[in-house]
């Protein structure tokens, strides 16, 4: 069974999520089965559609669903199973139910707001609200404690390569620090020794630091004890500047064979999203790519040395919030997952 989930819409504390799951069937066949849920970003509760409506809504809807007026029809607790509820903004709910002795069909309903505001839970009209509040403070929780379950909710993990930078890199701090978006900064042991404050302010805002070796050569060139050096400098260097130690590393260009994987002795963080940034030095064109590309678990490369890249971090990290991703650092996404030193990962695993 896979589950897939995708952020549709998103305000005030609320994200409405459409999950997918897809059973393979003893036929071989797979059946596929979608609906829609509503996340609270606060609680991180998820709640089905069904939670949306009044309980003694329900027989009347599945009356109306089966085109029976309702008036004539017995409403009936046996009434067919209500598989999906989309509440839009505006206050109009979509209903699908399924049709009874056909497994699988689907029958849609559209309630305007007049109708389905009676129909409501106090939940749905807590969730109605939210769709319409102004965008929302986040929480006044130290962004860095947040807990975010990235199960439940959708989550991205922005990663800049090859800094600290002393100009570029104190300017996507600013960016991120008003975004309240946490990200992870994948740093050269050259450029840490050589900007070590720098270095310390990324740690002390809470985002995350890998190593990205000193020099940054392609590891699959050298000989295991060349690599293993490689590491050891740049762990030197970052935690001279941050008092930390790196446990994750990222392979220059993602350039990583066997020896490397065994010599890095870390798990090696690689990409699920290239931005190529360095490559257009565009937001017109890197911003779009990495928005075509993206999907819940997914981590992104990106280089915090290019002020092009810095230019484009604003549209990017603003689309990418009103999506509804949450953007984590590498370690929140991979809460709970366990990383294997000289493993390769690029993205947190679906949930099974
Ligand atoms: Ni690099």
Request: net charge neutral; hydrophobic share 40%.
């Amino acid at each position: 069974m896979t589950v897939s989930a995708r952020p549709v819409q998103a305000n005030g504390t609320i994200v409405v999520v459409r999950e997918k799951v897809t059973s393979a069937g003893a036929n071989g066949m797979a059946s596929v089965r979608s609906g829609t849920v509503y996340v609270d970003t606060v609680s991180g509760g998820i709640h089905g559609g069904a939670e949306l409506l009044r309980p003694e809504a329900v027989p009347t809807i599945q009356a109306r669903i089966m085109s029976v007026p309702a008036e004539i029809a017995a409403p009936s607790p046996q009434g067919p199973p209500l598989t999906d509820l989309v509440l839009d903004p505006a206050g109009g709910l979509t209903v699908s139910a399924e049709l009874p002795g056909a497994p699988g069909s689907q029958a849609t309903m559209r309630m305007n707001a007049g109708d389905a505001g009676s129909a409501l839970s106090d939940y749905g009209r807590q969730v109605l609200e939210q769709l319409n509040a102004a965008p929302a403070p986040r929480p006044a929780t130290a962004p860095a404690l947040r807990h975010v379950n990235c199960d439940l909710v959708p989550c991205a993990a922005l990663t800049y390569d090859d800094g600290p930078d002393a100009r570029t890199t104190p300017q996507l701090l600013a960016i991120l620090a008003e975004k309240k978006a946490h990200a992870t900064f994948f740093m050269t042991g050259s450029n840490a020794a050589a900007n070590p404050s720098i270095a310390k302010q990324v740690a002390q805002a809470g985002h995350a630091i890998g190593n990205h070796t000193f020099s940054h050569p392609n590891l699959t060139k050298l000989s295991p004890p060349a690599v293993k050096t490689e590491i050891e400098r740049t762990d030197a260097a970052i935690a001279s500047a941050t008092g930390s130690i790196p446990t994750m590393m990222r392979p220059p260009y993602g350039a990583a064979d066997a020896p490397v994987q065994a010599a890095v002795g870390k798990p090696l963080m690689l990409w699920a999203v290239d931005s190529l940034d360095w490559q257009s030095k565009n937001p017109a064109v890197f911003v779009p790519k990495v928005l075509k590309e993206i999907a819940p678990g997914a981590m992104v490369l990106m280089h915090d040395v290019q002020p092009t890249t810095i230019a484009g971090q604003q549209e990017l990290i603003t689309a990418l919030q009103s999506q509804g991703y949450q953007l984590v650092s590498v370690p929140q996404l991979f809460e709970d997952v366990p990383l294997v030193p000289g493993h390769v990962y690029r993205s947190r695993p679906a949930r099974q």
